[in-house]
């Protein structure tokens, strides 16, 4: 055959010599579509060998080759080898693979670790059998039961560049050849025999007689009552013996054969080369059975089997020529189980067999606890051991490594870190060599964390290499190159006591290479239908059940299908249970919760583990294991008891009895969870394949069974080539993920100091004080053209210069070797820094449209590329321009952050994705609701029931139809409520299919329906006639199918991503359906009040997100309570707050603090009063009692303290405060905590909301907060009894309010009166007090909202209210105008109306009319003439506000009322027509006279003018520079200047003055509450106003 290359190659290989040389183009950009094969088929014995040339460090992976049965003539080449099918065996790495699949995982040396000159070659045997050859060693058979004509295969994958066919010959021709094939007769037949040969006499491989030169030696035999040496032979000639490579390499190849015949159903066969037969089949183990081409020493029990004669129990010679395989003279290969070595540390005590090894006297000695193997390790050996006992006195626990020392002749140290000389050792989770340590981290296990039961092992590879295994894991290459003859040490130092050697890892080998075999019949798991199983009866040993070793409190019935804690009321935890075998990749391991108990918090808790039950040591929870464990947890995923996922998928602790919760591995690595059915998305990645389904019963989780059925599990998005790929934080990039842009996140990868949490959304730069760079992310995919990538800035520091830098790069995550700073990198990069845009390092232009520098904490920057190659930068979401052109369009980019300086902490805004949707206004990027709610408040949800195509996706807010074109009807998740919009938004469409979205209500209820969506639903809503559904489809409505009304509003299938479909139910019982928010009028009539909204996922429409939420409800939650005002004084019932409810009393359910507490914390009172006895923290307190639903729990401050700062914090916790280990401050609780700290929401320390209520920091003593959880599981925040909003959803039950002494707070006492409930029957209302009439004049809640009096806390004041008294001072007006009283001054900055909880706008007067608080402004009450009729004026008149200048302030008041001479821009104007609407616009130089002019002017024309004065009810528009113009003045206390306006409040009597438009051209409204047609009023009636307050407002 000739050694040449056939013509046809991969796309990207270029063939050079004759078609001997073969080179990959493009070698650094691209990695695969390098396949060669050889030109002519291979003949039987021929090896195929090349040499590799060339070799790149760019890319993982490297040359790979084997054969294949596909005429390279006609075949269409696939991108690697491992994608060719069709009958293709292929050696990658050190794996075979059938077809694509792995069919041996552990072979010969590893292709990977090749360098440039190796060679590497492929041979068929004339026995069908596949070789490969590594510079001229055969390292055995890799697979059996070849076709006859096979192409060699070689493919340039990764690393390798170029590689040169050296030769296609017998193996006689290459070097170092051994001549197998001459004793074809006798050493071959050797080997096929055992591969074909009894499965029963596997040991008896060890005992093949050694032949050497023509002789034969004998093979030392122990009897068995011996069966190891007390000291291990070192008489191995080198001239007399195969070499250990070759030694091993037979031994390999003869058991990987034998594991092969019985993976493939082969017959057993003798294992001789004669046609004896072995009569002692029934012994194993150290007693071996002869075989060979001759005859051979055996022991007395067995026969002889042969070619040759047999003696028992002597000592024959096989005839020259005739021997069998050779094997080592010194007994090695007899001795083959590893043992502890009898001669071992000082304190070491040897049992079961020299298996066991313990440390005596543990708790007085910590050392002098080594012990070693009793013969050094083979190459590709694993020596495991298992933990059976720790003590917990000591610090340190066990390590364990090799040496090349041998055990008879070392003098043992107290600890073998000690030793100084051939001695690698793994301690904690570093590497030691020769006691120093080499490697500081390297693997994330540390074996001081390690627990009883847990295994550790270690494998010395034929390539040299080291490598530790946890838990059945491999930890990589602990050392790159080892001596060829260690031995395996331990040392029981510290907390470890006892360990075992575990032998059975050959049967896991065993196990994972059926299951291999087993995923490539059915790669289909987890669907509907039956598991393939190799054993005769799959569904007794293939049956998914619970192993019997279970949590102390727990305990397996019905056959293993059904778990419980029997006594669940009396214990929480200890509730663990694992699955009797380990899942296969795809397979679904699911429960059905079938009793809950009420009386703990948190609920049912599942996952996988790498632990092996049998061994296990069951914690008291699962998350209590540090190693080798994933758990889906209430609504986060933790790692080995680490949180890695905050905010994923739904909470396990609100689900009921009835639900049910799943997990699977996929094949892939990824861990993914059902809840319901509903996949909740990739969990996290490189799961490995072994691993256990875990189930923690625990809290109100009392019993679970697992489900068989798996029919009613949707696939996985990822099944389907038409679906979204829902992306994981850290997961790898997809280009094509998921349609939605929430799937953007930072990468797993990144800079040192940079810290990743909150769902991967949120970066932060650690040590932000002492550390400056180091801290770049990457987003964890490529952007899409035109997609924006914005994040807001959350925190900064003052201590550095320079800030963020923000940028793109076409460099992968993977491939990115994070440098200091990003304007370091020379190559694919453009970055902003400060003004100047770089790239690759080099400043490109400066003074770009904005400066990062420049930017502070709630700052917005996005960057986007175009699809023409521009890159653009928002900053706030206004487009900076084109900052730089010439992007390559047809390269991914990756948005990159720099967390530089002074920038600490950035999050993903909800604005990232396409651009349309980029410009968002909003400041508020972070929710309080899960991530994947597409709307604000309580969104509506779809049902679980649904089509059997469907997938939902995001906690049920999006719906995908991942096949076909029908079978798509979802629902919603409850009955639509009267004038409820149920309205959802198209997200993608399939243009292969005609037909579009169907959309209408249905009286059939969801629940109703069978389990399985494939069963009870019609493949199409318009078949849909089980209840009454109306509907349309297209323009037609119809109902149950039949058609009662054409042309309907516009088509909905003319619809496209984007639209919005919405429908409704009317309260004339009509059906709405609104498209992009316009209803499209009646569309049917006499519909059912008990209706559900429907929609089928029919033809072009593929997937749908939900935009509207439950408004009713929402309003009726968030809805502001306030006290009624009957019981107050006169004045308050004519001013009633804009949409203000009234609260029910209800007796209150005491609730008290509980004794478990921080340490700085007394309590007394019975537990009602807490204060904080030292120091500024330790001061949390949590209730005794959960807090109910609706209920408000409320406390008051009773004392402060000024020599701190800062204040108090409360919140919720949805655990159980008895197991809660109190920290210093409530913002360090990071597990299920709400937290309003200032005027923020914190959700597990994370930011979530600003902006929220009053500043927490400024309340005086006296104020009451309470704390409130509604209906719909919104937390509340009640201020002296008002309602602040919502501040935070989701909230678990039960929960338990928080509070935290902090800082100035000291005292706290819980207020036990009776308690309003939200949505109770009216009752009688509390007042404050007793308030005069005038208290209520301006209609601002003084008697509503309490009020601190002045000296209730004079060290707490306003700085704004101070501000303006200064300014007020400036203007020397006469006290005398001014109200003595000084509580009736009131400052509406933002702290300060928040805390007293006013509404923004309120009614008054007769007729009602509706005005604005003067937000941003203070008032100065001013003192009423005697003579004016003030009880009729304050509860009769509107109110309204005057803006005017400082100049005209004083005579204003001389007059005490707005007189048509204030020399204002409100003064009183000519005119000499009334217009239409009695008033008319004022003269431009009306202003511009001096008083006596305009006097002499006015008496002149006093019979044809009309005097006139301009008012508002808002400040917002009388406020305006061009009514009330600014003044400069300086603050005498800060020497700062500022700029003043002033104004009025006053009364005006209903009547005196009419209603017109505003006069400034202004398109926009200036107030929402006032359109801008009504927003002036017009008096011309002298003593139709009374001045009430002073208005000033200061900048």
Known sequence: MAAELHPRSGKLIGLSNSNRTAQRNQPVQEFNHGLVLSREPLRDRDVFTVRIDKKVNSWSGSVEIGVTALDPACLDFPSSATGLKGGSWIVSGCSVLRDGRSVLEEYGRDLDQLAEGDRVGIQRSARGELHLWVNGHDCGAAASGLPTRLWAVVDLYGKCTQVTVVSCEPPSSMERDTERETVEGHEEVVVCGVSEGDTEDLTSVVNLAAVTNGTTEEVPELPPTHNRPDKFPNNIEPETALTEHQLFDVFNNAIVSLYRSEDEGGGGRDLGGGTGTDSGTGVRGDRGSSSGGGAVNSNSSNSDSGAGTGNTGSTNNSPAGGAGLGAVTSGMMTNDALLFHEKCGTLIKLSNNNKTAERRRPLDEFNNGVVMTNRPLRHNEMFEIRIDKLVDKWSGSIEIGVTTHNPNNLDYPATMTNLRSGTIMMSGCGILTNGKGTRREYCEFSLDELQEGDHIGLMHKASGALHFYINGIDQGVAAAQTPPMVYGVVDLYGMAVKVTIVHNHNHSDRLRRNNAIMRALSPDVGRPRPALSLTSDPDATDRLLFHTNCGQKAAIISEGRTALRPHATDDFNHGVVLSGRPLRSNEVFQVRIDK?????????????????????????????????????????????????????????????????????????????????????????????????????????????????????????????????????????????????????????????????????????????????????????????????????????????????????????????????????????????????????????????????????????????????????????????????????????????????????????????????????????????????????????????????????LGEGCQAVRVGGYAHGIVFSAKELKTDELFEVKIDEIDNQWSGSLHMGLTSLAPPELPSCPMSGLSPSLTQLRAKVTWLLAGSEVRRNGVLQRQNYGASLDRLTVGNRVGVKRCSDDTMHVLIDGEDMGTAATAVAKNVYAVLDLYGRVTAVSIVSSSVLEDAESIKAPSLSSDSCSDGEEDSTPVGSTKLALVPNTVMAFLENHGKNIQLSNQNLTAARVSSYNQGLLVTAQPLPRQQLFQFQIDRLNPSWTSSLSLGVIGHSPDRLNFPSTA?????????????????????????????????????????????NSCLHLHVNGMDQGVAAQDIPTPCYPLIDLYGQCEQVTIVTDNVPTVGGESGEARCQGDMEKADMVDGIKESVCWTPPPEVNPNKTCEYQALCSRFKDLLTLPDGYFNEDAKYNLCYCESCHKLRGDEAYYKRGEPPRDYALPFGWCRFALRIKPHCEVSSAFKKWHIAYHGTSVGALRRTLDHAQLLSGTSSIFSVSPAKMEGPNGYSEPEENSNSLPDRERDRDRDRDRDKEVPRVQLSPTMRYSGLEMFAPKVQFRDPRSHCCHQAQVGFQVCVRPGSYKVGPQNLGASEPLDPRFSNTEIEWITKEQGGTLLYGLLIRVE
């Open 1227 to 1271: 913002c360090c609780l990071k597990r299920s905590a709400w937290l309003l700290q200032r005027d923020s929401v914190f959700h597990n320390s994370l930011k979530i909301c600003e902006n929220y209520g009053p500043n927490l920091d400024t309340c005086p003593e006296g104020t009451v907060l309470g704390l409130l959880v509604d209906g």
């Open 596 to 952: 809950m108990v009420d009386k703990w918090a948190g609920s049912i808790e599942i996952g996988v583990t790498t632990h092996n039950p049998a061994y296990l040591q069951l914690p008291s929870t699962m998350t209590n294991l540090r190693s080798g464990t994933w758990m889906m947890t209430g609504n986060g995923v933790m790692h080995n008891g680490t949180t890695i996922l905050d905010e994923y998928g739904h909470n396990l602790d609100r689900l009921k009895a009835g639900d049910t919760v799943g997990v699977v591995r996929k094949e892939d690595g990824s861990l993914h969870f059902f809840v319901n059915g509903v996949a909740q998305g990739p969990a996290a990645w490189n799961i490995p394949p072994s691993v256990y389904a875990v189930v923690d019963l625990y809290g109100q989780a009392a019993q679970a069974t697992i489900m068989d059925d798996m029919a009613d599990l949707p696939p996985l998005p990822e099944d389907s080539s038409e679906g979204p790929t829902v992306m994981s934080p850290g997961s790898p990039c997809s280009v094509a993920g998921g349609n939605s842009a929430n799937d953007l996140r930072f990468h797993q990868l990144h800079g040192t100091n940079a810290v990743i949490t909150n769902g991967g959304r949120t970066a932060l730069r650690q040590n932000c004080r002492s550390e400056f760079n180091d801290a770049i992310v990457i987003s964890n995919r490529c952007l899409r053209d035109g997609e924006l990538f914005e994040i807001v800035i959350q925190k900064m520091v003052d201590r550095w210069s320079g800030s963020i830098e923000a940028g793109v790069t076409s460099i992968r995550p993977e491939e990115l070797e994070f440098p200091n700073t990003m304007t370091d990198i020379d190559y694919d990069t453009w970055m902003l820094s400060g003004t100047a845009i770089m790239q690759d390092g080099n400043t490109m232009r400066n003074n770009y449209g904005c400066d990062l520098d420049s930017l502070t904490t709630g700052s917005r920057i996005g960057m986007m590329r175009s699809a023409t190659g521009d890159l653009h930068y928002y900053i706030n979401g206004v487009d900076q321009g084109v900052a730089c052109t010439g992007l390559p369009p047809d390269k991914e980019v990756y948005a990159v952050i720099d967390l530089y300086g002074q920038c600490v902490q950035v999050s993903i805004t909800s604005s990232s994705g396409p651009l349309d949707n980029s410009l968002c206004t909003s400041n508020i990027t972070e929710k309080s609701f899960p991530i994947h709610s597409p709307v604000a408040g309580v969104a509506h949800r779809l049902h679980s029931k649904h089509g059997k195509n469907v997938v939902l």
